[in-house]
């Protein structure tokens, strides 16, 4: 991981020297930020991105990318040292990315992939990050960091197809279908988006719960173009590794007891939002609401914020 500037720094290089379209793009996403106002602070609590990418629109290959990733899990408690049986972990995660996103010999049908390796317990960071972040904003320190698991590889690929079922000149209609692999998470999706205008890079592409194109704000004129956004999407877990930890380290019983007896294996989640873009810059925002992970927990809403920047342009 201490190469990744490095990466990014040549990938940018080169993408230039190219002449292909480039961009730079930033996300934040946080429970805090959510139509409840203050949120929740816990389960999937916050992360955040930094995405370099390049496009080619006369290429098969549309666009590729790089980008480092860090995810903050805690526990519905933060004062709580000894978090409940089959509440989330105090756990993090900290990767590197690679985005690939191709067109399907079908017309319209576009195919995303990505690759992340990286790391999860002490060496992602996510304790000292989380504890500075919530002194600067006056909120409660957490204070069950120290129970965070050793820190253990992260590998992860992820596959996403894309299929229109209605287009015109502003509004899209999609079906979507992802399949998501690793040591960490295996998970099957299946979801419908439809939005007015363009859309962002990715609606927040660190979580799990992104609805990835490969599309960007392209806008030229200094005029203001707005963009809406809403999916709706069905997720089928087979696996959740920080969630089975958590519980397999509390009781040696639960080591024999079916995964399905405590995690929900089928789950909705919806996301709206809305961006704008003037020039080179687009913002986009989004709120998330998804239900129950284990039969414990109870629904988590958060939202996102993600700005980008277009580097350079081709001739």
């Given at each position: ?16 020297w190219a002449q292909v379209k ?267 609401w998804q239900d129950r992970e ?22």
């Open positions: 991981m201490r190469n990744v500037f490095f990466l990014f720094l040549l990938y940018g290089t080169i993408s230039v480039t961009f730079l793009a930033t996300d934040i996403e946080n429970d805090f930020i959510n139509f409840r106002g203050k949120g929740t602070d816990c389960y999937y609590t916050g992360g955040h991105r930094l995405i370099f990418w390049e496009e080619n629109s006369k290429k098969k290959c549309r666009s590729f990318g790089i980008s480092i990733t860090q995810q903050t899990y805690t526990p519905s408690d933060l004062q709580e040292i000894n978090p409940a049986i089959l509440d989330y972990p105090y756990a993090g995660l900290l990767f590197c990315s690679l985005h690939m996103l191709v067109l399907a010999p079908e017309k319209g049908v576009r195919v995303y992939n990505k690759f992340s390796i990286g790391t999860s317990g002490p060496r992602s960071g996510v304790a000292t990050w989380q504890r500075t972040i919530h002194r600067i904003i006056g909120d409660e320190i957490p204070q069950g960091w120290f129970l965070l698991n050793s820190s253990n590889d992260f590998i992860q690929f992820e596959t996403q197809l894309v299929y229109p079922v209605f287009t015109s000149n502003s509004w899209h209609i999609e079906l979507l279908q992802k399949w998501e692999g690793g040591n960490y998470f295996n998970r099957l999706n299946s979801g419908i988006r439809t939005y007015w205008g363009e859309l962002p890079q990715s609606n927040s592409m660190f979580s799990d719960y992104a609805n990835r194109t490969g599309n960007n704000f392209k806008t030229k004129s200094s005029k203001i173009a707005v963009s809406f956004v809403f999916a709706a999407e069905y997720t089928q877990v087979l696996r959740n590794r920080i969630l089975e930890e958590s519980a397999f380290r509390e009781t040696i019983a639960l080591r024999s007891m079916p995964s399905s007896d405590f995690i929900n294996r089928f789950y909705l989640q919806l996301s709206g939002g809305f961006g704008f873009s003037i020039g080179k810059t687009g913002i986009y925002f989004m709120q998330h284990t039969f414990k927990m109870n629904p988590h809403s958060f939202g996102s914020v993600q700005v980008s920047y277009q580097l350079s342009s081709s001739n």
